[in-house]
């Protein structure tokens, strides 16, 4: 029988650190020692670069092989297979195996730089599906394809009160699991015993979803084979925090006036989330009375939260999220509203700085004369994206004093501040301002801004604004392979986390002449691209098939309302080279996908390579991957929130999935289940845009 209990683990960036000024160092000796690194780096990245380039010369072949049964040996054919040749921008070709087990495929305009996908189907075996590029293809001998014969076993289950043992089953849990030909959903009988059918390969993996109410959500992966010779598995759920029905209340008022102004007949719409997902969502709706007050009474447990969407005629409507003691019934739970006018411009709405700089953000009130801008206050939050998990901008808002009144003309001015030098990963924050203005449904306006960490020092290990001898050797260690790509992070000037000559010379130069650290270089757009309504993104994305776009809309959809008390939120949206999916079941809980398209397979598997430096290899149906996990915070003890990443490459395209959950419930979508997800619906899509991309 198999009980399994789930851990993770991740490294937060490196914290901030002063500059010094740089000493004198012996030339001769930097010189020889970078020609010593150039060569060593020379020989190295000859041998890693020397791909010969295909050319794109149509061609026509015939593909042939043999399909056999894989628990007998290459020699037991598979007669009337089914072998489907699907290739990316041409369409689909079907042949069937011979007695024999063999198979031969008509012409097919296969070129280079085709992708091809092979999916083998036959009665009583496991289908199988392998993924070409037309290089490997052209004047390949045959194709070999082992099925592995279909077995269903019966599989018994248990769930249970983890706190009180196996004999507290969980009456009416919903255990969803995968199975080759989708999911299925099976409810524990009053026992907590449940029997699930289990079908699927050997060297597959059984995921397993358990929802309760009262109970956290969970989800366990299985090695198939252990689950089959064990017959049986057994899952303890966690029993939710007791709940208490807690009146909330509060006044609705006119923010700028006070809350001696209160807002009648006010609209108060409110959703209760359980943080664990233990138990389903309570929405409702009230309306404040001739004294601005309202009030609704929800069960509510440790952690959970609520969210108030508050609206009325002449105001612009506001989102709360309740506090903690709100929650709690110990401090009332009042909302100020900003009287609709005025627009909003934020300048810069994008800016780039390397490095390190310091800028400041103006907010100004563009409305016609005669109208104020009411700005209830202005939030910050960091974006994180692959390779983008930077915390390195500082704001100062002490000056400011909220609510504040604009009228038209006027500016609202803070400084903001990066310093990227010495850090690991750039940063993105983003600036929302929250206020009246009228051409927005909710009276926001922000700004973009991205922080580099190209362009620092590079080479400073320890970001004390030298260079050392023992610095530069660990970066040509790096370069060389000998050292962890992480042990110098200023030597990595691109964020890519390879080592190249231009880094290696940056460096030297930089123990030679000392540190130089450039500053921002802002640029302002026309005040248009600027006026008021949300954040102005800093590219235009390439367009892609808005049919792609939908299929991983719906994925994502789907995926982030498994196990989330939600979902809060769930995007799909086109990128400059490819997609981003993004889930936001539950605070503390989110999950994101970015696939990356190259302009080639042989792109793709460098980058690929890159990025799967941190993670081990894992089986993930027969494409390149890896995956790793690691704590949520550096102190995050065993068992604990973790960060979980799965990458893999389909063709031209690197896929990145990254979960994190800050405890030990796992609410976001997990990478595997995710990908899975992205792979059965999106893959033919996806492969057809790598034939489409110049």
């Not at 901030?16 to 012996?26: D, N």
């Not at 020397?50 to 061609?59: E, S």
């Not at 981003?580 to 539950?586: A, D, N, V």
Request: net charge negative; proline share 7%; aromatic share 8%.
């Amino acid at each position: 029988m198999l009980s399994r209990n789930r851990r993770g683990s991740s490294v937060p960036p490196a914290g901030k650190r002063a500059h010094r000024g740089a000493p004198h160092w012996c030339r001769r000796a930097l010189a020889a020692l970078l020609v010593v690194a150039l060569a060593a780096w020379g020989s190295t990245a000859s041998a890693l670069t020397a791909t010969p380039t295909a050319t794109a010369t149509p061609n026509t072949t015939t593909l042939s092989g043999r399909v056999y049964d894989a628990s007998q040996g290459v020699h037991a054919g598979i007669a009337g297979a089914r072998v489907e040749f699907h290739i990316a921008g041409w369409g689909a070709g079907v042949v069937a195996t011979d007695a024999n087990g063999a198979f031969q495929s008509g012409t097919l305009p296969l070129q280079p730089d085709s992708w091809v996908v092979v999916e083998v189907v036959a009665a009583g075996f496991f289908p199988a599906s392998q993924s070409y590029h037309g290089v490997e293809l052209l004047g390949r001998p045959a194709l070999s394809f082992g099925l592995e014969p279909r077995v269903e076993n019966t599989i018994r289950g248990l769930v249970f009160d983890a706190a009180r043992g196996r004999s507290a089953g969980v009456a009416g849990a919903q255990v969803s699991y995968l199975r080759d030909q989708g999911r299925e959903t099976v409810i524990a009988d009053a026992q907590g015993a449940f029997t699930l059918i289990l079908a699927l390969p050997e060297n597959d993996t059984l995921a397993v979803w358990v929802n309760a109410e009262g109970y956290a959500p969970t989800l366990q992966t299985y090695d198939v084979l252990e689950v089959r010779q064990a017959g049986a598995i057994e899952i303890g759920l966690e029993a939710a925090p007791e709940r208490m029905d807690t009146q909330i209340s509060g006044i609705v008022f006119d923010a700028l006036a006070g809350a001696g102004a209160p807002i009648a007949d006010a609209a108060v719409d409110y959703v209760y989330h359980n943080s664990r997902g233990a138990f389903p969502d309570i929405p409702g709706t009230v309306r404040s009375g001739p004294d601005g007050r309202y009030s609704f009474t929800v069960p509510v447990g440790d952690g959970d939260w609520i969210e108030l969407d508050v609206g009325a005629p002449g105001f612009a409507t506001l989102k709360v999220y309740l506090t903690d003691e709100q929650l709690s019934g110990a401090a009332p739970a009042d909302v100020g509203l900003a009287r609709l006018g005025g627009l909003i411009q934020v300048e810069p709405a994008a800016l780039t700085l390397e490095c390190s700089g310091d800028f400041d953000v103006a907010i100004t009130n563009v409305g016609p004369p005669g109208e104020t801008l009411v700005i209830l206050t202005i939030q910050f939050g960091f974006h994180y994206s692959q390779g983008v998990y930077g915390f390195d901008f500082t704001w100062d808002l002490s000056h400011v004093e909220f609510p504040v009144a604009l009228a038209s003309g006027e500016q609202l001015v803070f400084p903001v501040s990066f310093d990227g030098a010495g850090k690991r990963f750039p940063s993105r924050l983003f600036v929302t301002v929250i206020s009246g203005a009228r051409d927005s449904a909710d009276g926001a306006g922000g700004g973009d801004y991205f922080g580099r960490i190209e362009g620092c020092c590079a080479g400073d290990c320890d970001s004390d604004g030298t260079v050392s001898i023992n610095e530069l050797i660990r970066s040509v260690g790096i370069a060389l392979g000998d050292e962890a790509v992480h042990a110098c992070g200023a030597i990595h000037q691109d964020a890519d986390l390879a080592v190249s000559i231009h880094e290696l010379v940056a460096a030297v130069a930089n123990a030679l002449e000392g540190c130089r650290l450039p500053g921002a270089t802002p640029t302002f757009p026309p005040a248009s691209a600027t006026a008021a309504g949300g954040t102005t993104p800093s590219f235009t994305p390439t367009p892609t098939p808005a049919g792609v776009e939908a299929v991983l809309q719906g994925v994502i959809e789907d995926e982030c309302s498994i196990n989330g008390p939600g979902p809060t939120f769930e995007t799909a949206d086109a990128t400059e080279d490819g997609y981003r999916l993004f889930c936001l079941p539950s605070p503390g809980h989110q999950t994101e996908a970015e696939l990356v398209r190259y302009a080639d397979g042989a792109a793709a598997s460098a980058a690929f390579a890159t990025a799967s430096a941190a993670g081990e290899t894992r089986a993930f149906h027969d494409l390149p991957a890896v995956y790793w996990e690691r704590p949520f915070f550096e102190d995050t003890p065993p068992g604990g929130g973790a960060h979980r990443y799965l990458v893999w490459q389909l063709g031209c395209w690197v896929i990145t999935v990254h979960s994190a959950d800050d405890t030990h419930f796992l609410v976001a979508p997990q990478p595997i289940a995710l990908s899975d997800a992205i792979l059965t619906d999106a893959r033919e899509p996806l492969l057809n845009e790598c034939v489409a991309a110049p």
